[in-house]
Nanobody, 120 residues
């Protein structure tokens, strides 16, 4: 079983920054892709950014140039640095981690979500 704990959400004004963290723990053998998704009220769940075990990244067009995803493999932790935040970035942000357990089973786990609110 793999657990994810997210932190770093909050209320900020437009133009400010936030850094989200997501730490994975449990029966982890290896982690492949780590990602952040978000869901705003009345909108679909969308991929914000993802990073592979090799360090390759991809971003939603709406956050390119403003958000940076990174990972610390020694800590099984993924980060999302969010700069120049806009009101339209307001959403619940979810961490997603995929990998292999110590039982040689694939896993895909979700965090509970952290609220990010950007006021204009």
């Amino acid at each position: 079983q793999v657990q994810l704990v997210e932190s770093g959400g909050g209320l900020v004004q437009a133009g400010e920054s936030l850094r989200l963290s997501c730490a994975a723990s449990g029966s982890i053998f290896s982690i492949n892709t780590m990602a952040w998704y978000r869901q705003a009220p009345g909108k679909q769940h969308e991929l914000v950014a993802a990073i592979t075990s090799g360090g390759s990244t991809n971003y939603a067009d709406s956050v390119k140039g403003r958000f940076t995803i990174s990972r610390d493999n020694a800590k099984n932790t993924v980060y999302l640095q969010m700069n120049s935040l806009k009101p339209e970035d307001t959403a619940v942000y979810y961490c997603n981690v995929a990998g292999v357990t110590t039982y040689n089973l694939d896993f895909g786990s979700w965090g509970r979500g952290t609220q990010v609110t950007v006021s204009s």
